[in-house]
């Protein structure tokens, strides 16, 4: 790629001929221009989905819309169920993606050293697991959780089928935080006469933690906007609230999505409303990712 | 005594506390090498789970009329299980996102790595993680009520929900990470190549057309294929803004369906356990991961080609 080999025109010419050096100036400049406009038109699409979900959904927002259950009325409906789902689903699979995940990292990292075939297999592995749709996933909890293991559309069978979705983000992120961590805090702790372990224990993970909490939270808001392997094990709309890991559960996106195509119109400003929720639940998830990065640096 | 395997070197220094260090440092080490190899047996459960389950599909229908049937109409009497109107559907998404992503993408990223001063790229780029922070479920809302009613007056006789819109919002979805992969790359072509343009006398706009793009061109090819399988595998964005209509066109302004959609749109209706509809969301399952997969293998490969050249 590098060497393009020898060509028979040269590509550009220093010439000193004025009208081409004008014209190469001229599409320069426009060539410029282009560049800030695709770049400027990232940032207008953002202004204008953020302004059509305001638009559309602040009017049905109140705080006994937060608080309401679902109901098949527009002007009665409320998101509580959702957003009591959508917490129950975040927590459970956090309990269960970040210990794992963390650890797998820390073997990857730290145990196995010297790299393997074995450790880049597992590696690729998770490159590639990371690029496999989520709806897939879908269908792995569908037939391995709600079926064969029998939990239906429970909240633990949507909290598993997340967490394995969502575990190749959290190893990746942990695997960044260990690198991150200088070599001689592993190389002191281990001259004081310490195992792997409790260097790993006591030395790394510690000075790893911030970052490893910024990754986890931001793998925690992917779960929370992902909807596709929950519809896929059976999720729906719920009127209430679930109370225990073998309930049934819906979260937000659900509820947008099912109230997006309602036949009834209204509906469709309580799904922007749910989306508003949606969104600000995830801005604060990741403010709370960007405090712990900025006191990381600090 | 407790024997220490021969590989691991910073061990056979034996530290003293004796057995119950030794002990834990075993069973972390262990149980570390399980969460690990979870990881791997979540790829094998995913492909034994495909295959096994779209096993008793294919005992009815034949991957032969699976595969070339251009008729997919799993409730009619009878039913038709050709999958090429889903394949067509998810290609056009494809395709169309990327037309919207690729020239959009790669401009921003040129943008910003060799021509935005520090402050725009401060602006600029929170406001694309931003954007790719932005659930998907969102995308297909954008779709279907902001950007086909902007289509509506364009293109009469557009459909509510048509490939169109959906292209356009999965695109605007693939963006980020376009552009932020691809910056990557233009970022990792060694500065001393841009200077020796430079020194030819080469504009700006010569220097990147001819010496940092094609230089970081397995990088950026790299880039997009990953974006286009991403757009290959998205699901709730397509499945609002594209429709719930499989049919084998290339109109865009038709009603569609793709694989993904399907999967949802049945996993939401009413799919019991055992029936052919059931087993049809295995079949096209493993339609969309055999998809996915070449894509994703064919990019990792060019990005250790891109890694190599500048390693």
């Known amino acids: 790629m590098i060497a393009n080999g020898p060509s028979p025109t040269p590509s550009f010419s220093a010439s000193t001929d004025p009208a081409l050096l004008r014209r190469r100036k001229r599409t320069d400049a426009i060539f410029r221009g282009l560049c800030f406009a695709a770049a400027a038109t990232g940032v207008l699409i953002l202004i204008i989905f953020l302004s059509k979900i305001v638009i559309d959904g602040l009017p049905r927002l109140s705080w006994s819309f937060l608080t309401s259950e679902l109901s098949g009325r527009p002007n009665r409906t409320g998101i509580w169920p959702a957003v009591v789902g959508s917490l129950w689903i975040m927590g459970l699979t956090a309990a269960l993606a970040v210990p794992v995940g963390v650890a797998a990292a820390v073997y990857l990292e730290e145990f196995n050293t010297r790299k393997t075939g074995l450790t880049e297999f597992i590696q690729l592995n998770i490159s590639n697991l990371s690029g496999v749709p989520s709806i897939v996933y879908g269908l792995l909890g569908l037939a391995v959780f709600s079926r064969f293991m029998n939990l239906q559309d429970s909240v633990i069978a949507g909290a598993l089928t997340m967490g394995l979705l969502v575990l190749p983000m959290v190893i990746i992120v942990t695997q960044e935080a260990l690198r991150a961590v200088p070599n001689s805090y592993r190389e002191g702790s281990l001259a004081l006469g310490s195992t792997r372990w409790q260097a790993i224990r006591f030395q790394v993970l510690p000075a790893a933690l911030p970052g490893i909490m910024t990754g986890v939270i931001l793998a925690m808001s992917r779960a929370v906007g992902e909807t596709a392997p929950l519809i896929a094990i059976g999720a729906a709309s719920q009127v209430s609230a679930p109370r225990g890991l073998r309930d049934e559960f819906t979260v937000l996106p659900i509820q947008v999505f099912d109230w997006s195509l309602n036949s009834k119109q209204a509906f469709h400003q309580t799904a922007a409303s749910a989306i508003l929720v949606l969104m600000a639940f995830l801005l604060l998830l990741n403010s709370v990712a960007i405090w712990l990065r900025a006191r990381a640096t600090k | ?311």
Not at chain 2, 83 to 92: H, S
Not at chain 2, 215 to 224: I, K, N, T, Y
Not at chain 2, 247 to 268: C, D, G, H, R
């Open chain 2, 1 to 311: 005594m407790a024997v220490v395997p021969p590989n691991q070197p910073l061990l056979s220094l034996r530290p003293s506390g004796g057995g119950w260090k030794l002990f834990t440092e075993r069973v972390a080490r262990f149980f570390s090498f399980a969460c690990a190899i979870l990881s791997v047996v979540t790829t094998f459960g995913i492909i034994w789970v495909l295959l096994s389950q779209s096993v008793p599909f294919f005992k009815n229908v034949s991957p032969i009329d699976f595969l070339t049937g251009t008729e997919w109409r799993p409730t009619r009497e009878p039913a038709s299980f050709g999958v090429l109107p889903l394949i067509t559907g998810t290609l056009m998404i494809t395709i169309g996102a990327g037309l919207v992503a690729v020239p959009l993408g790669l401009l921003t990223a040129i943008f910003m790595s060799e021509y935005a001063p520090k402050w725009m790229r401060q602006i600029l780029k929170p406001t694309l993680e931003l954007l790719a922070g932005i659930p998907t479920v969102v995308y297909g809302y954008f779709g279907l009520f902001f950007v086909t009613p902007l289509l509506k007056p364009l293109l009469p006789g557009i459909k509510s929900s048509n490939a169109l819109a959906g292209a356009i919002v999965v695109g605007i979805m693939i963006l980020p990470l376009v552009s932020s992969l691809c910056e990557d790359a233009l970022n990792a072509v060694p500065k001393a190549m841009r200077e020796a343009a430079y020194g030819l006398g080469a504009t700006k706009m010569e220097v990147v057309t001819k010496t940092v793009v094609p230089a970081a061109l397995s990088g950026v090819m790299a880039a997009f294929i990953l974006a286009l399988s991403r757009a290959l595998g998205e699901t709730m964005a397509v499945a609002l803004a594209a429709g719930s209509n499989p049919q084998l066109t290339f109109n865009p302004t038709e009603s569609i369906q793709t694989m993904t959609a399907y999967i949802v749109s049945t996993a939401k209706g009413d799919a019991p356990y055992g029936t052919i509809k059931y087993d049809s969301l295995f079949a096209v399952g493993v339609t969309l991961f055999s998809f996915t997969l070449v894509m994703n293998i064919f990019a990792t490969r060019l990005v250790k080609k891109f890694r190599q050249a500048y390693a």
